[in-house]
């Protein structure tokens, strides 16, 4: 059974208003369909409360490495909550935490959902590291942005690509990707590196459900992609 992996970057399951249950509903029903033809690698990242804390306790914490640990733990806070509102799935029924139970997870279960591993490594390179360890050649990113734009979005000029190349994608990363723990750049540089050496497409899409839906499909969808 092939296997899809998918980065859902933390602000859209935890938002200042709180979770999004509404779009990990509408996730559940589009998983549905799908699992008795792919597995499916979840990851999940921090979001709205991780950036809150990291950002709030940063003048007393001068320690990046901590501050990374402590994104982590939300972003397997949210991975817990995810799972929890995916359980009517074949779900593998802890958050994963390593390469190696991830491993066994694919074995055993349709579903697998996984936060953040180590200091210094984006859930976004998570997903590229499994992605490239279950020799997985599709990895969708969902994000509030359905497009990798050639500088911030928020610059005047700023450009949307809707195709580029995985050297094109480190270019831009390697320019705009800071490491500072918190930060929310679309796919970061360390992410990128692995998708190329691996030759993983990358599919760029919304939270719109449809855009996802396609993308999973191989049909037209409103996004970037690298490849």
């Given at each position: 059974m092939d296997i899809i992996c998918i980065s859902l970057t933390g602000g859209i399951v935890s938002r200042e208003?709180?979770?999004?249950?509404?779009?990990?509903?509408?996730?559940?029903?589009?998983?549905?369909?799908?699992?008795?033809?792919?597995?499916?690698?979840?990851?999940?990242?921090?979001?709205?409360?991780?950036?809150?804390?990291?950002?709030?306790?940063?003048?007393?914490?001068?320690?990046?490495?901590?501050?990374?640990?402590?994104?982590?733990?939300?972003?397997?806070?949210?991975?817990?909550?995810?799972?929890?509102?995916?359980?009517?799935?074949?779900?593998?029924?802890?958050?994963?935490?390593?390469?190696?139970?991830?491993?066994?997870?694919?074995?055993?279960?349709?579903?697998?959902?996984?936060?953040?591993?180590?200091?210094?490594?984006?859930?976004?390179?998570?997903?590229?590291?499994?992605?490239?360890?279950?020799?997985?050649?599709?990895?969708?990113?969902?994000?509030?942005?359905?497009?990798?734009?050639?500088?911030p979005p928020s610059e005047k000029g700023a450009r949307k690509l809707e195709t580029l190349s995985h050297d094109k994608l480190l270019e831009i990363a390697f320019k705009y990707d800071n490491r500072i723990a918190g930060s929310n750049f679309i796919f970061d540089m360390f992410a990128s590196k692995i998708a190329k050496r691996a030759e993983i497409q990358i599919k760029f899409v919304s939270d719109d459900i449809n855009s996802l839906d396609a993308a999973i499909q191989g049909k037209p969808y409103k996004g970037s992609i690298v490849k």
């Amino acid at each position: 059974m092939d296997i899809i992996c998918i980065s859902l970057t933390g602000g859209i399951v935890s938002r200042e208003s709180g979770v999004n249950v509404a779009f990990i509903k509408k996730l559940e029903k589009l998983l549905k369909r799908y699992q008795s033809k792919y597995k499916f690698i979840i990851t999940v990242g921090g979001g709205y409360a991780s950036r809150l804390y990291i950002n709030s306790t940063r003048s007393i914490i001068s320690n990046n490495s901590l501050l990374d640990q402590i994104g982590i733990a939300f972003t397997r806070i949210n991975a817990l909550i995810l799972k929890d509102l995916l359980s009517s799935l074949d779900l593998y029924p802890n958050v994963v935490t390593s390469m190696e139970e991830l491993k066994m997870a694919t074995s055993t279960n349709e579903i697998i959902v996984m936060g953040g591993l180590i200091p210094g490594v984006s859930t976004d390179a998570v997903c590229a590291l499994a992605c490239e360890a279950m020799n997985c050649k599709m990895l969708i990113n969902v994000s509030g942005l359905a497009y990798v734009y050639d500088r911030p979005p928020s610059e005047k000029g700023a450009r949307k690509l809707e195709t580029l190349s995985h050297d094109k994608l480190l270019e831009i990363a390697f320019k705009y990707d800071n490491r500072i723990a918190g930060s929310n750049f679309i796919f970061d540089m360390f992410a990128s590196k692995i998708a190329k050496r691996a030759e993983i497409q990358i599919k760029f899409v919304s939270d719109d459900i449809n855009s996802l839906d396609a993308a999973i499909q191989g049909k037209p969808y409103k996004g970037s992609i690298v490849k």
